[in-house]
């Protein structure tokens, strides 16, 4: 049994990283979020951009050290492609948590999961295959 579970994690480490890293980034997210838009009372619009672009910085240096070990020195041409992932990611997020706060009255943070559950595939493919494409190092 241990033995299968060490060769599943092996197997799929990459991902494993990449979620771990997700997952974290979104409680920096809402962390973010909620201390914007209680404490400080900012519009929800506002909040979610402001916490976006900060867990997208925190985001990207921890898939580029961590899930995808990357050893580029062209780390602008990283952010660059990167910047563009997050910006269809971005869009995606604020359609989406737009869309079930005036549309369907829902809680902005549920949007805000919402977006995070579309995009978290789309920002896989597009890490892997494109913003750290043979410049990575598959993490074993």
């Known amino acids: 049994m241990l033995t299968s ?3 599943l994690y092996l197997r799929y480490k990459t991902i494993i990283l990449f979620l771990i ?3 974290v980034t979104s409680v920096v997210y809402f ?6 838009w209680n404490l400080l009372s900012l519009n929800y619009h506002v909040a979610v951009s402001i916490a976006y672009l900060g867990s997208v910085l925190f985001y990207f240096n921890t ?9 580029d020195t062209r780390v602008l041409q990283q952010l660059v492609r990167f ?18 706060v005036e549309y369907i ?3 902005p943070a549920i949007g805000m999961a919402m977006g995070i559950i579309i995009t978290t595939p ?3 493919i ?10 990575m190092q598959v993490a074993t």
């Open 83 to 100: 910047g563009f992932m997050v910006v269809i990611s971005y869009f995606i997020t604020l359609l989406t948590v737009h869309g079930m």
């Open 21 to 23: 890293t997700g997952g």
């Open 5 to 7: 579970l060490t060769n």
């Open 122 to 124: 789309a920002n896989y």
């Open 63 to 71: 898939n580029r050290k961590m899930t995808f070990k990357s050893q």
């Open 31 to 36: 962390l973010l979020f909620f201390l914007l």
């Open 126 to 135: 597009m890490a892997k295959w494109w913003v750290f494409r043979n410049n």
């Open 105 to 107: 009255r829902f809680n």
